[in-house]
């Protein structure tokens, strides 16, 4: 079995793909990127996040893409674009990049670090939180 389909099915018995399509999304980062040296267990908890929608989808798209045209081997430069689009925003959009930069790092993102966030970022995050149990089991 692939990595690919190592992680779709556990997500999939989890049942935490909110549609078809965040599941199509999620697949094609995951047929594309999982390959190379900067995959981690971290990076797959951010690709579940962004293809949660279109809009999040295509930016990491363009930065996984960009990391692999410049043969990057870690995930550092992608920890710090995190850190400045968080600094972009103040609403349920920071929490998000604050939860992403978490996964790259490795560490554990307190609820309370995200209590303040909008009902719909409250959702996401506490779903990827769910994600990030169910990654970390597959082996």
């Given at each position: 079995?692939?990595?690919?389909?190592?992680?779709?099915?556990?997500?999939?018995?989890?049942?935490?793909?909110?549609?078809?399509?965040?599941?199509?999304?999620?697949?094609?980062l995951m047929?594309?990127?999982?390959?190379?040296?900067?995959?981690?267990?971290?990076?797959?908890?951010?690709?579940?996040m962004s293809a949660w929608d279109d809009e999040h989808f295509a930016i990491m798209l363009q930065t996984l893409n960009d990391m692999a045209i410049g043969k990057e081997r870690d995930t550092e430069d992608m920890r710090f674009?995190?850190?400045?689009?968080?600094?972009e925003h103040r609403d349920g959009e920071y929490y998000a990049y604050q939860l992403s930069n978490a996964f790259l790092d490795g560490r554990k993102f307190q609820p309370v670090e995200y209590r303040h966030a909008e009902p719909e970022f409250r959702y996401i995050i506490e779903r990827s939180l769910a994600a990030e149990q169910v990654i970390d089991r597959v082996e």
């Open positions: 079995m692939s990595t690919t389909e190592k992680y779709l099915e556990a997500l999939d018995q989890a049942d935490l793909f909110e549609s078809s399509a965040h599941r199509t999304r999620f697949k094609e047929d594309c990127y999982s390959g190379y040296p900067f995959f981690t267990k971290g990076l797959c908890k951010c690709m579940y674009q995190g850190e400045l689009l968080a600094e």
